[in-house]
């Protein structure tokens, strides 16, 4: 190693890394430089240092805008490298004020005539599936270029169309349909790999590309203002399920670079700054959290269930639903490509998960508690899966996501110092209590989603399973969906048991990408608390005994809530099997 390391240039804006941190040399740096000093043991603290160089130490400072450190003997081990910079949102095409929504609003109609036959499809898409002449239609369709598409605009207006049509391609039927047609698949696989999505009905697709403003001159943060471009079932149910979703996208938008701007204010140590935003972070989490509560004002809990939620689901994990290969995607050259994606899921949410980044917020598998498995996940009998098999739920979410965004995302995970700065700073009861504010509302938003997918799947799969014992063999096999699906495998033998491994009651209700869904939430919502600086916040948020919904209107009578069932399932984080993916109405 060189004796000496010279940093040219104007001065950093950043912190300097020191590991080790032998005390001599943190007497050593100059330029009052704000530094992070982490030791062995993994503790760190923040100094300014404002002294001059000690010449026993044999480091000077070489002229204004040049820091030179002549390394003794004994410090040769010592390295120093620069923060990575704070990500900067045009480059990751993000807007400040409608975060990671498009700047630029959704097309209504692609501009170039040659795709006016995508655009016929689509805007006769509900009559198409009514009258099942979808298939027969799509079938029939030109496999048209993409070179017409200039603008990303186009480019994410044809990802849209494109996707509508194969999803109600797969799922518009009595039996879904395991092959999608050259016309879709050809241009919908170069559409994908132009975005960085898979060729799949993600969020994206149905949510942040699927808008449009009622009133030019008003906000796209109001529901009252927004309406959706496609649908599959045409009702206003489906509109407003993705519309509450735009709304959230919308008003949260300026958590961003709030919470950047608190990042750059840890790395100065301005305690004043980072309690202002933070709490700014915690006021607008609550009016999320008041835009969520609104789903029920006009999207119907069993409309969703029943004639929505499958027209969402992906292939993978779908075989009692009909694709047990998993979807063809039939490029016209004859070879079979058969490939499995999860459905669409507002796991799918970049800004969901960048307030769990920006915090600090920590997420295990379901069942493991501060690094300890209980009982319940030990011995699920997924236990014995290879470790190839098994992979990280967030990351594979960040597939789902467009490209850019989730390279935000991690590069968000690579600086964000808010919750250690936090925690250095513990003894100042006004960052403590924005910081643990902050964590509240995030949890109560939780808390808030919970109830809904309690209302919208659990309450109404329970319903259509009693509905569905009253009629005759044959008029329950008639139709194959996920919601068909789903009360088959808890009507085996006639027991409303599940199938599966460990005969518990609702192990295998799954949402659209297969996947169970309460326990998932929960645990997402009890660690969502745990980085609470305070000890009596972190036991309150961390509890285990609480009971979903009672007195919510979401839920009505409390004693609804009982049937609420514990499910074994993967977790939010850490290791997921294969089987086991993310969907349903949507898992924040």
């Known amino acids: 190693m060189p004796s000496a390391f010279v940093i040219e240039g104007r001065r950093p804006a950043g912190y300097i890394f020191i590991t080790p941190c032998p005390r001599r040399l943190v007497r050593t740096l100059v330029y009052q430089a704000q530094c992070t000093l982490n030791s062995t043991a993994k503790a760190s603290h923040l100094a300014r240092l404002r002294s001059t160089p000690d010449p026993g130490t044999g480091y000077s400072l070489r002229q204004e805008n040049f820091l030179q450190l002549h390394l003794m003997s004994q410090l040769t081990r010592a390295t120093l490298t620069m923060l990575p910079p704070i990500p900067i949102l045009a480059d990751y095409g993000i807007s400040p004020t409608h975060g990671f929504l498009p700047d630029v609003l959704p097309l209504t109609r692609l501009p170039d005539p040659y795709y006016n036959k995508w655009e016929a499809v689509v805007s006769n898409l509900q009559a198409l599936i009514l009258s099942r002449r979808l298939r027969s239609v ?14 990303e605009a186009e480019w994410r207006r044809a990802y849209s169309l494109l996707c509508f049509m194969a999803h109600g391609y797969v799922w518009g039927g009595d039996q879904p349909s395991d092959h999608l047609p050259p016309p879709i698949t050809v241009p919908l696989l170069q559409v994908s790999e132009h975005l960085e999505l898979p060729p799949v009905a993600t969020y994206a697709a149905v949510c942040l590309w699927n808008f449009k403003p009622l009133f030019m001159d008003e906000g796209i943060d109001s529901l009252e203002n927004l309406a959706s471009l496609n649908t599959f079932t045409g009702s ?8 509450v979703s735009v709304a959230i996208e919308a ?4 958590i961003i670079p709030l919470m950047l701007t608190a990042i750059a204010a840890a790395r100065e140590g301005d305690l004043a700054a980072v309690t202002r935003c933070l709490r700014g972070f915690a006021e607008r989490l609550t009016d999320l959290t008041s835009i969520l509560q609104r789903m029920h004002e006009s999207c119907d809990p069993l409309i969703f269930y029943n004639r929505i939620r499958p027209f969402l689901a992906g292939s993978k994990n779908m075989a009692e639903a009909g694709l047990p290969l998993g979807l063809n995607y039939d490029d016209g050259s004859g070879r079979l490509d058969y490939r499995f994606y999860s459905g669409g899921s507002n796991a799918q949410s970049s800004l969901i998960q960048f307030f769990d980044v920006v915090l600090g917020i920590d997420h295990r598998p379901t069942g493991e508690f501060g690094g300890r498995k209980t009982r319940q996940s030990s011995e699920s009998p997924r236990e014995d899966r290879a470790p190839g098999q098994r992979h990280n739920f967030i990351m594979e979410m960040r597939r789902y996501m467009p490209g850019p965004h989730a390279r935000f995302l991690d590069q968000v995970g690579l600086v964000a110092n808010v919750r250690g700065f936090v925690e250095t700073h513990a003894d100042n009861p006004q960052l403590t209590l924005a910081y643990d504010a902050c964590l509240a509302m995030l949890s109560s938003f939780r808390d808030k989603h919970i109830a809904i997918v309690t209302r919208y799947i659990i309450v109404p799969s329970r319903e259509v399973r009693a509905r569905s014992r009253s009629r ?8 194959l969906d996920l919601a068909s699906a789903s009360r088959q495998r808890k009507d085996v033998g006639g027991t409303g048991q599940s199938s599966g491994p460990t005969g518990t009651a609702n192990t295998k209700l799954k949402g659209t990408g297969g996947t169970a869904l309460i326990p998932f939430l929960k645990q997402a919502r009890d660690e969502t608390g745990e980085p609470a600086v305070a000890e009596w916040t972190r036991r309150f948020m961390t509890r285990t005994n609480r009971t979903e919904g009672r007195g919510d209107f979401f839920m009505g009578k409390s004693e609804v809530s009982s049937i609420i069932e514990e499910v074994q399932v993967g977790g939010l984080a850490g290791t997921w099997t ?11």
């Open 138 to 151: 799509v079938d029939r369709l030109p496999v048209l270029s993409t070179i017409g598409l200039e603008h």
């Open 236 to 243: 206003l149910d489906e509109s407003w399920f993705y519309l």
């Open 251 to 254: 008003h949260g938008a300026p």
């Open 472 to 479: 005759s063999p044959e008029a329950t096999r008639k139709r």
């Open 578 to 588: 294969m089987d086991e993916e993310v969907g349903g109405i949507c898992n924040y």
